[in-house]
């Protein structure tokens, strides 16, 4: 049975002060300072620390501390894991394109690959701890589609020999851009090496389904069902950051669909 944990937020911190949140663990990540989340552990030191560290390997290539720094934030999480985005378009590409409009060519595909899986060997050799994967979206223009392509997606997992980190929004978002059924999508990821799922509400905005970080709707859980009929994660963690009362009912609703 995985265990359920989420996203840091002051309303998960209220819930826990309340003794009202059903939870076994805290997700954090870069958008905390180790400061703070050593702060949150004085407060909270019953509780245990988990370390997302999203678009790493993107700082890591700019930013000559970034090992350190990573080593730091494992240091005072003790997590039992790190997990990573796979990373195959350039912040500058996604951004540009997501943001403002501009969608410039994309990297040829095997370099992209071939640089990605050299970056994360560098990592690997930095940690002490095993990294998990996360699949990503991508944008909706076909030329960009190669970064959540499922394939690709599993032949780095098993090139790298990581765990897979299994973000059900992202899969539901890519296979909308990739005009497929989401369980067909699914089916092509490496569901048999998955250790942790995140779960979140998607929205349609302007024409698309974007990954908001909502509350989960009744097709969220479905298919979070389906995946579960089809692995074996350790962790199931929740990204929601908003309203204290829908984040209890997500959480308690959770905790009953994980225990059967």
């Not at 909270?44 to 993107?58: G, K």
């Not at 799922?197 to 998607?202: D, E, K, M, N, Y």
Request: with cysteine; proline share 5%.
């Amino acid at each position: 049975m995985p265990q359920l944990t989420a996203n840091y937020s002051e309303a998960l911190t209220k819930l826990i002060r309340s003794s009202d949140a059903p939870i076994d663990g805290i997700e954090v990540g870069p958008w905390l300072t180790p400061k703070k989340i050593r702060c949150l552990q004085q407060e909270l030191p019953e509780w245990q620390f988990q370390f997302h560290a999203s678009s790493f390997i993107a700082r890591y290539q700019y930013w000559q501390g970034a090992l350190n720094r990573l080593r730091e934030y494992l240091s005072c999480t003790q997590s039992q894991w790190v997990s990573l985005h796979v990373e195959l378009l350039p912040l500058h590409v996604y951004v540009l394109s997501s943001r403002c409009g501009l969608h410039l060519p994309p990297p040829n595909i095997e370099q992209t690959k071939s640089k990605f899986v050299r970056l994360l060997s560098r990592v690997k050799d930095a940690v002490q701890v095993p990294i998990i994967l996360e699949n990503l979206s991508s944008l909706p223009k076909e030329k960009y589609a190669y970064a959540a392509n499922p394939s690709v997606i599993r032949e780095i997992v098993k090139t790298t020999d990581s765990g897979f980190l299994l973000d059900i929004a992202h899969a539901r978002v890519a296979a909308s851009y990739q005009c497929v059924n989401v369980e067909s999508y699914l089916e092509k990821l490496p569901l048999e090496q998955t250790m942790q799922i995140h779960v979140s509400g998607a929205r349609a905005k302007d024409g698309y389904l974007r990954d908001a970080h909502e509350s989960m709707q009744d097709n969220d859980y479905a298919i979070l069902k389906w995946v579960l009929e089809r692995s074996k994660p350790k962790v199931v963690t929740l990204e929601y950051f908003r309203e204290l009362k829908t984040l209890r009912k997500q959480l308690w609703k959770l905790r009953e669909f994980i225990d059967g």
